[in-house]
């Protein structure tokens, strides 16, 4: 069963404009993890926050934590046509012996 | 370094035919997964190998079967291929488990006819 699910399921913006995606869990976590797989490529990791980190940034990309929601987010600041990708949350299996990803967000940049 | 390489990128098979997976690492990781990815179900875990010398079911292991050969090397393998497998497969590797972030191949993109 899915650990992490991922909203919206697809997202659509403009250039420029922000893209704010969303990640739920279901137990307690160590950390959580987003990744972006580009068409027919494997995935590749962006940033990981631990579960006693609230927010983190790396460049454009800023992921909170709210371990009490259950939840987190991916803002991804001034889109480019390059951000294209799906995009995963991932957390640990209840055994904390492998990373469980969720189903994704697609997200479109047009120019 | 390479990072995470997959042999083959493509390939096609029958029903009932079988075949193995290759995937190494020169990252001098821990842990190998593999996965496989389907549209809309985002990916499954197959079986991952936590160190040298051990192996661990995931969430789909029905069909498959792994051999950690080496600190490197993690190979997945189909013994009687169902049209129900094909997928995109995807083998990683990390550090330490759920700790550190994982490292992806390419793929091997797997059609059972």
């Known amino acids: 069963s899915q650990q992490g699910e991922e909203d919206p399921q697809a997202l659509s913006i403009q250039e420029g404009e922000n893209a704010t995606m969303n990640c739920s869990y279901k137990t307690s976590i160590n950390n959580l993890q987003w990744y972006r797989q580009n068409s027919g490529r494997g995935l590749v990791h962006l940033i990981l926050?631990?579960?006693?980190?609230r927010e983190k940034h790396s460049g454009r990309l800023r992921v909170t934590l709210d371990t009490s929601k259950k939840s987190s987010s991916l803002l991804i600041t001034a889109s480019r046509a390059a951000d294209t990708a799906s995009y995963f949350c991932?957390?640990?299996?209840?055994?904390?012996?492998?990373?469980?990803f969720g189903k994704g967000t697609t997200l479109s940049v047009s120019s | 370094n390479a990072g995470v390489t997959q042999t083959p990128k493509f390939q096609v098979l029958k029903t009932g035919q079988s075949m193995t997976l290759q995937c190494a690492q020169d990252m001098n990781h821990n842990s190998m997964y593999w996965y496989r990815q389907d549209p809309g179900m985002g990916l499954r875990l197959i079986y991952y190998s936590a160190s040298e010398g051990t192996t661990d079911k995931g969430e789909v292991p029905n069909g498959y079967n792994v051999s950690r050969l080496n600190k490197r090397e993690f190979s997945l393998r189909l013994e009687s291929a169902a049209p129900s497998q094909t997928s995109v497969y995807f083998c990683a590797s990390s550090d330490l488990l759920v700790y550190n972030e994982q490292f992806f191949g390419p793929g091997t993109r797997l059609t059972v006819l």
């Open positions: 926050i631990r579960s006693n980190e």
């Open positions: 991932a957390t640990a299996n209840q055994a904390g012996t492998a990373l469980i």
